[in-house]
């Protein structure tokens, strides 16, 4: 599983499909999922200089590593393989 966290999953989407069609994939399992009430929950809730407890997701200001979602943005999971 490859995760992309996007403020702008429109843009992002047609981005992967058509890199996608270009190489005569299909995206089959591709999903677009909002950070739970529980994520966002501890993103605003985690004091500044602290930064997040482990498996929290990224303090506010932080860039989200892959599996990670920001309270702003949404994750795109895309099958193993197909990344851009």
Same mark, same amino acid.
């Given at each position: 599983?490859?995760?992309?966290?996007?403020?702008?999953?429109?843009?992002?989407?047609?981005?992967?499909?058509?890199?996608?069609?270009?190489?005569?994939?299909?995206l089959?399992?591709?999903?677009?999922?909002?950070?739970?009430? +529980?994520?966002?929950?501890?993103?605003? $809730? @985690? #004091?500044? !200089? /602290?930064?997040? &407890?482990? =498996? +929290?997701?990224?303090?506010?200001?932080? $860039? @989200? #590593?892959? !599996? /990670?979602?920001s &309270?702003a =943005?949404?994750?795109?999971?895309?099958?193993?393989? @197909?990344?851009?």
């Open positions: 599983t490859v995760e992309h966290d996007t403020d702008d999953p429109t843009a992002l989407l047609a981005e992967l499909t058509t890199a996608a069609l270009e190489r005569g994939e299909r089959e399992e591709l999903s677009v999922s909002r950070p739970s009430l +529980e994520d966002v929950y501890l993103e605003l $809730t @985690a #004091t500044a !200089g /602290e930064g997040p &407890a482990a =498996g +929290e997701g990224p303090a506010s200001g932080e $860039t @989200a #590593t892959p !599996g /990670e979602t &309270a =943005g949404q994750t795109v999971v895309e099958p193993e393989g @197909a990344g851009v």
